[in-house]
């Protein structure tokens, strides 16, 4: 069975730091997910990530995937307010199994 | 396009009533999803199409039922709510199973009592 952790669960970290999410996942796959959710709303598509050494960008946040290790990482630079929200990573074997999310809050 | 919508927003229900949510596409997506979201637990995929007329069951789905009688459209049911089904309900949909990104909807915030 298709497991998918994230750790850490909970980011509290101050605007203009660096930080890495981790999302380990249990059997092989080879796409990963990355979504973002704001409080009180859906789930929207961040990065989706193809094969092992898969790098991708958007403004602030970094997501690779090593399939190897069975690792994804989204690092966020130099943090800004915007950025706080639950942030999940997603595995696809059959079906999407889904992480149990970061909750990130940037702080002034 | 409208994308993933998803009807109703709130409901609340007393133990033992039963109810439908409705998701609608209009993206032509052959697939399907029925997500539920628990705090600290991520998505669990509760029922899936892969294409009008045809169901399966994901990882919970006890007290469900669905149907997807119109390409278009995908219908969760609940037969008689338990407060274990208080829940944020996701509609999701994409072209052709899991190798495709999954487009999700707005979600159902349910609260049986």
């Known amino acids: 069975e298709l497991k998918v952790e994230q750790n850490p669960l909970f980011l509290s970290m101050q605007e203009g730091k660096n930080y890495t999410i981790y999302c380990n996942y249990s059997?092989?796959?080879?796409?990963l997910y990355w979504y973002r959710q704001d409080p009180g709303k859906s789930l929207e598509s961040l990065f989706v990530?193809?094969?092992?050494?898969a790098v991708k960008q958007e403004g602030r946040l970094m997501a690779s995937l090593d399939t190897k290790a069975r690792l994804s990482t989204l690092h966020i630079t130099a943090a800004v307010h915007d950025l706080s929200a639950t942030y999940f990573c997603a595995v696809t074997t059959n079906k999407l199994i889904f992480g149990t999310g970061t909750l990130l809050a940037v702080q002034p | 396009n409208a994308g993933v919508t998803q009807t109703p927003k709130f409901r609340v229900l007393k133990t033992g009533q039963s109810m439908t949510l409705l998701c609608a596409q209009d993206m032509n997506h052959e697939y399907m999803y029925w997500y539920r979201q628990d705090p600290g637990m991520g998505l669990r995929l509760i029922h899936y199409s892969v294409g009008e007329g045809t169901t399966a069951k994901g990882e919970v789905p006890d007290g469900y039922n669905v149907s997807r009688l119109k390409k278009q459209n995908f219908l969760l049911g609940l037969e008689s709510a338990a407060p274990s089904q208080t829940s944020v309900y996701f509609c999701a949909s994409n072209l052709q199973g899991s190798y495709n990104e999954q487009f999700f909807g707005p979600g159902t915030r349910l609260t049986v009592l």
């Open positions: 990530l193809l094969s092992n050494g």
């Open positions: 059997t092989t796959s080879d796409r």
